[in-house]
């Protein structure tokens, strides 16, 4: 079962490589770590609950980690458009100073 859980893990892993989104990350953990319990046990039922419970886990992590970045992305992003706006109105009253000085 070794050959099969590899040949899984190099389908998933070419993949994931092709596509920019993160679809099948969590199925390569798993896939790993199958493959690794090949080593203790021989059983078939064992390998697949390794990497159904691996594989949900990862897939847990990852999405709450992806969650969190885009989320401080975004928070980024509110901050840098705030100061562009500050800053664009701060130009704006400078501009009027200017001119009410310049037609005194």
């Known amino acids: 079962m070794i050959f099969g859980w590899f040949t899984l893990l190099v389908i998933l892993l070419m993949f994931e490589l092709v596509k920019d ?3 099948t990350i969590w199925y390569v953990i798993g896939a790993m770590a199958a493959l690794i319990s090949t080593v203790y046990t021989s059983s078939i039922i064992i390998q697949l609950i390794v990497f ?3 594989s949900l886990i990862a897939k847990v992590i990852i999405e709450k980690q992806a969650a969190n970045l885009k989320n401080k992305k975004m928070e980024l992003k509110n901050k840098t458009n705030a100061k ?3 800053i ?3 130009n704006k009253k400078t ?3 200017k001119r ?3 037609s005194k």
């Open 95 to 97: 501009k009027k100073k």
């Open 84 to 86: 562009k706006k500050a």
């Open 88 to 90: 664009k109105k701060n």
């Open 52 to 54: 159904i419970i691996v």
């Open 21 to 23: 989104k993160l679809i």
């Open 100 to 102: 009410k000085t310049s």
